[in-house]
């Protein structure tokens, strides 16, 4: 095998790459990349055997078509550190793997590419059709809900239901849900009413991947695996076993709930100075809707109390409600500053829920009052 390609297209796989390949394994031939060229492409492929990713590299020249196995930490540093604009011929003779650039030449170990796991292609026939945006937002708002240390091993990923013209995420780890979505257009039959579990880990690996707003998302599920396509990136990972948790009954029907308009980055400061006193052991902050303001206070035997009044546009009868800050702020971090947030409540045992208007919902639930 011998390629000639440019730096910059070849680290940007190999950083993408790095993601997926694990740094000890019991299987070494997993700490290296696959380099597969054809006449007609050259990709270089990762996998830990529970997400693998197929890069497509641009501006390649195939001199000869092959296959190698290369060690991703030490090429990804020779790649890194030299010159900008730097082509390098990549060659195999059998034995070893020759990497060599105008002013320096590295022979690396080559190990024999059967031995390599095969990395899924993205499957003819059926699949989901997104829009960019609307995937970078799905996982921004969802992942960070889940947990991954979790005993109920289906909350450390993101449920993906699937509908012929809808897309729902949902992120919980027992204590708070996040919930987006958006439109989704089936392609060949799309895949059909599929809610497969995704592992946190993968989602933020299709975010990192993501190309430009105006670059289409393709997802298709295929038995325990779900494939993620996006430019001339393809991301594969197994699905997370387990019950999901019945996430609908999260999100109650309150008519006659209170509802408070408020703008997401002006209570985001609000409630991270309220929670600068807060401890682990006393880390609520009391959420108090008066008539005209918001006023959030915190305290702690260690550090001492906070006041903070936030002004809103309420009239109505005054409810208290204690919720965790963290659980707060990580929803309003992942907002644009101007977004604009409906709180509804009903009392002080009651979950508190988080609308905006793009199809994001969220919701907490509180924490028993001192």
Same mark, same amino acid.
């Given at each position: 095998?011998?390629?000639?390609?440019?730096?910059?297209?070849?680290?940007?796989?190999?950083?993408?790459?790095?993601?997926?390949?694990?740094?000890?394994?019991?299987?070494?031939?997993?700490?290296?990349?696959?380099?597969?060229?054809?006449?007609?492409?050259?990709?270089?492929?990762?996998?830990?055997?529970?997400?693998?990713?197929?890069?497509?590299?641009?501006?390649?020249? *195939?001199?000869?078509?092959?296959?190698?196995?290369?060690?991703?930490?030490?090429?990804?540093?020779?790649?890194?550190?030299?010159?900008?604009? *730097?082509?390098?011929?990549?060659?195999?003779?059998?034995?070893?793997?020759?990497?060599?650039?105008?002013?320096?030449?590295?022979?690396?170990?080559?190990?024999?590419? %059967?031995?390599?796991?095969?990395?899924?292609?993205?499957?003819?026939?059926?699949?989901?059709?997104?829009?960019?945006?609307?995937?970078?937002?799905?996982?921004?708002?969802?992942?960070?809900?889940?947990?991954?240390?979790?005993?109920?091993?289906?909350?450390?990923?993101?449920?993906?239901?699937? *509908?012929?013209?809808?897309?729902?995420?949902?992120?919980?780890?027992?204590?708070?849900?996040?919930?987006? $979505?958006?439109?989704?257009?089936?392609?060949?039959?799309?895949?059909?009413?599929?809610?497969?579990?995704?592992?946190?880990?993968?989602? $933020?690996?299709?975010?990192?991947?993501?190309?430009?707003?105006?670059?289409?998302?393709?997802?298709?599920?295929?038995?325990?695996?779900?494939?993620?396509?996006?430019?001339?990136?393809?991301?594969?990972?197994?699905?997370?076993?387990?019950?999901?948790?019945?996430?609908?009954?999260?999100?109650?029907?309150?008519?006659?709930?209170?509802?408070?308009? %408020?703008?997401?980055?002006?209570?985001?400061?609000?409630?991270?100075?309220?929670?600068?006193?807060?401890?682990?052991?006393?880390?609520?902050?009391?959420?108090?809707?008066?008539?005209?303001?918001?006023?959030? *206070?915190?305290?702690?035997?260690?550090?001492?109390?906070?006041?903070?009044?936030?002004?809103?546009?309420?009239?109505?009868?005054?409810?208290?409600?204690?919720?965790?800050?963290?659980?707060?702020?990580?929803?309003?971090?992942?907002?644009?500053?101007?977004?604009?947030?409906?709180?509804?409540?009903?009392?002080?045992?009651?979950?508190?829920?988080?609308?905006?208007?793009?199809?994001?919902?969220?919701?907490?639930?509180?924490?028993?009052?001192?």
């Amino acid at each position: 095998m011998k390629i000639r390609c440019p730096k910059e297209s070849l680290l940007a796989a190999l950083q993408s790459a790095s993601a997926v390949v694990p740094s000890r394994s019991p299987k070494p031939v997993l700490t290296n990349v696959k380099v597969e060229a054809t006449r007609d492409a050259v990709v270089v492929m990762a996998t830990d055997l529970e997400v693998g990713i197929r890069i497509e590299l641009e501006g390649v020249e *195939t001199v000869a078509p092959g296959a190698v196995l290369l060690p991703s930490g030490r090429l990804t540093a020779i790649v890194r550190e030299s010159p900008a604009g *730097t082509v390098f011929d990549i060659h195999c003779d059998g034995t070893a793997a020759l990497v060599k650039a105008p002013r320096s030449e590295f022979r690396l170990p080559a190990e024999d590419p %059967l031995e390599f796991p095969a990395v899924a292609t993205f499957p003819a026939g059926g699949c989901v059709e997104l829009a960019t945006p609307l995937v970078r937002e799905l996982v921004r708002r969802t992942v960070f809900a889940t947990d991954s240390e979790s005993s109920r091993y289906a909350l450390g990923g993101v449920l993906i239901e699937m *509908t012929p013209a809808a897309v729902i995420a949902v992120g919980t780890d027992g204590r708070r849900l996040a919930r987006m $979505q958006g439109p989704a257009e089936n392609r060949e039959g799309g895949i059909g009413e599929a809610q497969p579990i995704v592992p946190a880990r993968a989602m $933020q690996l299709v975010e990192r991947c993501l190309g430009g707003a105006d670059q289409p998302v393709h997802l298709a599920v295929r038995g325990n695996e779900i494939l993620v396509k996006t430019g001339g990136t393809t991301i594969s990972a197994r699905l997370v076993d387990g019950r999901f948790p019945r996430w609908r009954d999260v999100f109650p029907d309150r008519p006659d709930a209170m509802r408070v308009q %408020l703008v997401a980055g002006p209570l985001l400061a609000a409630v991270r100075q309220a929670a600068i006193v807060t401890s682990e052991q006393s880390k609520g902050v009391d959420f108090s809707f008066e008539p005209g303001q918001l006023v959030l *206070t915190g305290r702690s035997a260690e550090s001492g109390e906070s006041r903070v009044e936030l002004p809103i546009d309420h009239s109505g009868a005054t409810v208290r409600i204690k919720l965790d800050p963290r659980f707060m702020s990580d929803f309003l971090r992942v907002l644009d500053p101007g977004a604009a947030v409906t709180v509804e409540l009903t009392d002080a045992q009651s979950a508190c829920v988080c609308t905006t208007e793009d199809g994001y919902g969220y919701v907490i639930m509180p924490l028993a009052a001192d």
